[in-house]
Structure formats: structure tokens, C-alpha cells
């Protein structure tokens, strides 16, 4: 997955806040057990709440668990000189001086588990959300 620059300030931005709590509660710990006590419980139910409204705005916003909003909808993407398919891949012949001969295969139906997964290849990649048969890939490649 990657991380987009305003995504990638807030780890970093989290990760510091963390950090500098962590060593603040460490100090409170040396100079006084007690303080440190009431600190920590403090600290630790204002991170909790934080958790869960971050939690809440993640789902809002998450366009593949929010209703009406392109749930059920895949994403097909190709690298530079990629192929991508978001169902089956049959019957073709890719490449140089390749040829499919001979009669096809019956198709199968896809498998239900990948029927809302983004499908990527990348450079030079092929990729199938679905099955790939009767296929000849590659230079100089046949299929009999």
C-alpha cells in the first residue's frame, strides 16, 4: 500500500507525539510515582478516545465499507507495458509472433473470493481478477 505525502506527515507527526509522551511519562516516573500514576491513566484515556474517533473517521471515509459510496467496485491498473483484467483472461495471444491454436477450453466462472480485489500488473506484469486459459505469452510463444 502505499502512503500518500499528507498520510506520510501524520505517522510521522503521531509517531514523534508518541514518542515525546512515552519519554514525558518515563520523567514522571523518576521524579514522582504517584504523578506518574494519575498521568499515565490520564494519558492512556485521552490516546483511547483519539483511537476511536480516528477509528469513526476511517469509516467514513473508507469508500469500500461506506453504503451507496462505489462499494462492490474494482480498481484494474497496468504498469507500463503491463496487461490487466479485471475477469478472465482467455484465448489470446500476446506478444511477439505468438499464436493460439487449436480449440478453446470451456470457461470457468471466476472464484467468488477476489470479485471486489483491486487487480494491478506491474511493468511488464499481467494480471487477472479472474482466470487465465488458453493463453500464449511471450515471444515466439503458441498454444496447442
Known amino acids: 500500500m502505499t502512503i500518500s505525502g499528507a498520510a506520510r506527515v ?18 514522571a516516573l523518576v521524579v514522582n510515582p504517584d504523578m506518574a500514576d494519575r498521568t499515565a491513566s490520564v494519558t492512556g484515556a485521552v490516546v483511547g478516545l483519539a483511537a476511536f474517533v480516528l477509528a469513526l473517521i476511517t469509516l467514513v471515509h473508507n469508500p469500500t465499507t461506506s453504503p ?40 470457468r466462472p471466476a472464484t467468488a473470493s477476489g470479485q471486489n480485489a483491486d487487480v494491478r500488473a506491474a511493468r ?16 515466439d510463444s503458441e498454444r496447442r
Open 68 to 107: 451507496g459510496t462505489g462499494s462492490g467496485r474494482r480498481r484494474v491498473r497496468a504498469g507500463r507495458g503491463g496487461i490487466a483484467a479485471g475477469g478472465n483472461i482467455a484465448g489470446n495471444a500476446i506478444g511477439n509472433r505468438s499464436k493460439v491454436v487449436g480449440s478453446p477450453t470451456p470457461a
Open 10 to 27: 501524520g505517522v510521522c507527526a503521531v509517531a514523534v507525539v508518541a514518542g515525546v509522551v512515552s519519554a514525558g511519562l518515563i520523567v
Open 124 to 139: 511488464d506484469g499481467l494480471a487477472a481478477g479472474g482466470n487465465v486459459t488458453d493463453n500464449a505469452i511471450g515471444d
